[in-house]
């Protein structure tokens, strides 16, 4: 007598294992190569999500050999559910069934509207105000530099600081703080980065302890200078200083504070001995041993304008030409889902390569000798747009509106994400950061995140890190380098903010000319 075996199970026709996007009233079908004892149905068959039995009711068909299943109440929309064939359940003829069965499915998105409709403009007030709220809150009660995340305690970020500094300006601009308030945060931030933070040769650690300024190793060689991360925090700044222009005391000194940053900053010394190419590093412990050149295309232009710019301790533009652009080996010219990338890596590499350096640097007319700065930006957007909505390795989620690979932690570690490392993980800021490139697929995300994932993903800081609902993970924390490219770039596509006063320095427009941009 042939076993009692299974021999096709579906639901909601598929036959996919596990089975994404899930009905959630599903249709579940099973048949068997014998007919099933229907009194044991019941306590052979199961299914369970959040920890809880279904209750099910059973249809037979085919002289009882195909069980159709319904759950007795709705599913839960984006939950993990576990459909289960024990032995207890046994055929007619008094067979037992030969082997346990065990398919998971995960339940669709609940496409209903979690907030009321607002206007787009209203929409975007409200964005940048609950993410200039993790700026504001989370900005160190004693140094006022921003924590890495908001749960990193003592633990403050240089390069987050800078975004910070930006925020704080978004924040007055938009109303959000008076401009008193602005003035006293960042006078804190600068009063603590020249009389407490540990500098090597005039640039700052990746992190900070937030109330003695000693260096928080981010990792075991990397306990000294970070040009990179310093780059950001200049940036914001100098920013700050073209924002704070009127003719008091308090903004004069401001000013004053943060020309005696900006000139202590040693950027040729960071060629390791007149090299032509900048070092991200340097550590009194472990000299140039990190070794990593600050080489093209990635997130570190503006380190390399920042250094040209410098009225003390300036780089020669030979630097920037062979060590960033590596003589012309920066350029691409290649066609990804049919549009052309000027720079960089094969399908641009993760967004924020397009965002860290243009938060204060215009992109919108910057052109040198290897490439147009606002089309790689609007290509490389468009390309990670692309690669979502055509998504090949098949991610549930991914869609037209629901796009944005950038580097963040996943739900197993963290990975810099983009079309070639793509792990299903999408990260809020990365699709909302490129809004002055894309402002069409940009605003679509948004509305999507907000209005359809919102109860998943919004919270009292803004958007989360990052969310896979592949596997059905959203991160918890916000981090400062992912919620202030939001606030900024939704500023600058609104009204230029950032970029106009940055652009307004002297010292920025004469390294840029010097380098031989056009903007």
Known sequence: MPAFRLLEYTINGTTDSPARGVDVTPVISISFNESVLTTTLQNGISLTGLNQNVP??????????????????????????????????????????????????TTGIDSSLKFDLLSKESLLDSIQKKTFRYFWEFGHPVSGL??????????????????????????????????????????????FLLTKADRFHGAFPHWLHGSTGKTIPFSTRDNGGDLVETSYLVAGLLSASEFFDQNTDKEKDLRTKIKLIWEGVEWNWYTKNNENVLYWHWS???????????????????????????????????????????????KNGRSYYGLTLPLGYDFG?????????????????????????????????????AHCAVNPRKFFGYSDECWGLTASDTNNGYAAHSPTNDLGVISPTAALSSMPYTPEQSMKALEYFYYILGDKIYREYGFVYAFNLHNLWFASSFLAIDQGPIIIMIENHRSGLLWNYTMKNTDVQHGLNKLGFTY
């Open 146 to 191: 921003i924590r890495e995340r908001n749960t990193s305690g003592e633990l403050v970020t240089s390069g987050g600081s800078g975004f910070g500094i930006m925020s704080i300006l978004v924040g007055i601009h938009r109303n959000f703080i008076t401009r008193q308030q602005g003035l006293e945060r960042i006078t804190t931030i600068t009063d």
């Open 349 to 385: 590499g993760p967004l924020f390569f397009s965002h860290y350096s243009f938060l204060g640097i215009d992109p919108r007319n910057l052109k040198d000798l290897y490439g147009n700065y606002w089309q790689q930006g609007v290509q490389h957007s468009l390309i990670n747009h």
């Open 56 to 105: 099910l009711t059973f249809e037979t068909e085919n002289n009882d050999s195909t069980i159709v299943i319904r759950a007795s109440k709705t599913l839960n929309y984006l939950t993990n559910y576990s459909f289960v064939i024990n032995t207890i359940l046994k055929a007619k003829n008094g067979q037992d069934f030969e082997s346990a069965f065990n398919s998971t499915f």
């Open 284 to 330: 009194p412990d472990y000299n140039w041993q990190m070794n990593l050149q600050i080489q093209g295309y990635n997130e570190a232009l503006i380190t390399y304008i920042l250094a040209a710019s410098s009225p003390t301790f300036p780089i020669s533009k030979a630097v920037y030409d062979e060590g960033w652009a590596k003589k012309g080996a920066i």
